[in-house]
């Protein structure tokens, strides 16, 4: 850990340079760090990935069991996301109950992928009112450089399309797995963007040193045929609707580019 | 999820008998907790909502304290009798995020530097929720924040925008929000015309997104109005009330 002396000089570095148009790590404004995909890393889960965006390393793992459905959905399969601060990812992150910032980022995460209808819960439905399957993901930050929920929400949807759900049988109201996997029954793509805005302008993919400058955070998750399915603002600083706007065109095309490196394999 | 719902006639009528871009009727009054530094209450349709605020006052838990500005606390919570199914008093997720974002929609709007190592508390009570309880939560906050004396640099109000039965509405209720397309919650500081909240789900062309803000923002404008008229108001009363007892 730098002294608090330096990393205030770094941050008012980092926040000038912004204003003209530059970044400390040499990047563009709206350029991403380097992402990497991996899947299917995790054999005892049914759906697994982990991302590295930059520094920033995040696994998801997808766990799928039989259970009931919510009374007000008596149709539909479940889905839930959670997510872990594990310790070991940041000198800031202690063991205990999730904070605010655990929550908000798997329900960001949440969002993005029930709002776009990423999974085909009514074919996850074994008997209506009674059984269905619920889908487990867990995300789990395993080093903290800045930006998680990008790097969770692309490894929650590598995973996700990573899953393959166990064949079953119903036999006396009994669901008996059967040998063989099918896939998960996918619908749409949401891959989220996130800028921060700093000294006045927004920039794409934050990293830690960033984050600690930002005044205000902008998500904006898109799915794949071009309509936004979630957004969150985060930070105690304020954004412009024109920013917003423009924001939402760049989201639009980040989103394109990080799907692909999901999509190819 | 019945798909057989009209959200909106084909006269464009809602099922409040609202027009699209009108809001629900809103009650707002402020200082109503004695034991409260400030306090507002606001009914928006069937909402009903408290908020109060303690502070600038000591730190708990100390370790919490800043050496050159207050820390804001904020919790967002709703009734167990709020709702139509007992909701567990207990914090849910949803609760934890809201208090969070609600925090991040007030805190641009407050001198926190003048009262350094204090704790200004809000406290947000849902008695009864019917959609957009965050925008309301965060309308009545700030007036309480105002009730309370602390300086800021404006008030905040809130409202929510959205899309149900194809069509762009204003401010949705509860059948709205759980029927509807989507749902856009968003904070504004009208002197400032910064957006302090924000938040989205559903699913939307950016261009329907846009539309949505700017009808949201526009809700928030008129609301802006009413807090003004509120935060009056109470001193109007307390001139009255003075000047019966020189009368007298």
Not at chain 1, 192 to 216: C, H, N, Q, R, Y
Not at chain 2, 131 to 145: D, E, H, K, N, Q
Not at chain 2, 218 to 241: P, S, V
């Amino acid at each position: 850990m730098t002294s608090i002396m330096v990393s205030r000089i770094r941050q008012k570095q980092i926040a000038q340079l912004i204003g003209s148009g530059k970044r400390l790590d040499g990047r563009e404004l709206n350029k991403y760090r380097p992402v990497q995909v991996e899947t299917g890393i995790i054999e005892k889960a049914e759906g697994s990935a982990k991302v590295r965006m930059g520094r920033t390393e995040v696994m998801v793992g997808v766990k799928i069991e039989t259970g009931e459905p919510f009374s007000d959905r008596p149709s539909e399969g479940v889905l839930t996301v959670n997510s872990e601060f594990v310790p070991l990812a940041s000198p800031e992150f202690e063991a205990g109950p999730p904070g605010e910032e655990s929550v908000e980022l798997a329900r960001v995460v949440d969002r993005g992928v029930r709002e776009s209808k990423a999974i085909d819960l009514e074919k996850l439905i074994i008997i209506p009112g009674k059984k269905a399957l619920v889908v487990f993901v867990d995300v789990y930050v395993l080093n903290h450089d800045g930006n998680l929920i990008d790097a969770s929400a692309l490894a929650a949807l590598a995973a996700l399309m990573n899953t393959k759900v166990f064949k079953y049988e119903v036999k006396n109201g009994e669901v008996i797995k059967k040998p063989g996997f099918t896939a998960l029954p996918m619908r749409n793509h949401p891959v989220a963007v996130t800028f921060a805005g700093i000294s006045g302008k927004l920039v794409v993919d934050p990293w830690l040193d960033e984050e600690e400058v930002m005044d205000a955070r902008l998500t904006i998750s898109f799915g794949e045929d071009g309509r936004i399915c979630a957004m969150q603002k985060g930070g105690t600083g304020t954004l412009t609707p024109q920013q917003v706007v423009e924001a939402a065109h760049i989201a639009r095309e980040k989103a394109e580019e990080l799907r692909r490196l999901v999509a190819k394999r | 999820m019945s798909q057989t719902t009209v959200l909106v006639s084909e006269k464009g009528i809602r099922t409040d008998g609202r027009k699209l871009n009108e809001l629900r009727p809103i009650k707002l009054e402020v200082g109503i907790l004695s034991n409260a530094d400030g306090s507002a209450y606001i009914e928006q349709g069937k909402n009903k909502i408290l908020a109060a605020v303690y502070g600038p006052r000591e730190v708990h838990p100390r370790h919490l304290a800043l050496p050159d500005r207050a820390v804001l606390q904020c919790r967002y919570h709703m009734a167990p009798f709020s709702v139509e199914e007992r909701k567990s008093p207990a914090p849910s997720r949803r609760e934890v995020e809201l208090s969070k974002v609600i925090r991040e929609a007030l805190e641009p709007a407050i001198f926190l530097e003048k009262f350094p190592r204090t704790s200004i508390d809000v406290f947000i009570e849902v008695l009864q929720a019917d959609g957009g309880t965050r925008g309301a939560g965060v309308t009545a906050a700030s007036l309480a924040l105002a009730d309370a004396g602390i300086p800021m640099r404006d008030l905040v109000a809130a409202c929510a925008a959205g899309k149900a039965g194809g069509h762009l509405v204003l401010d949705l209720n509860d059948l709205e929000d759980k029927e509807g397309e989507a749902d856009v919650p968003v904070a504004y500081m009208p002197n400032f015309g910064a957006v302090a909240l924000l938040q989205m789900d559903g699913l939307l062309t950016i261009e329907e997104f846009k539309q949505l803000m700017d009808l949201a923002l526009e809700g928030c404008k008129q609301i802006y109005g009413l807090q003004k008229e509120a935060l009056k108001a109470k001193y109007l009363a307390i001139k009255e009330e003075a000047e019966e007892v020189e009368e007298e």
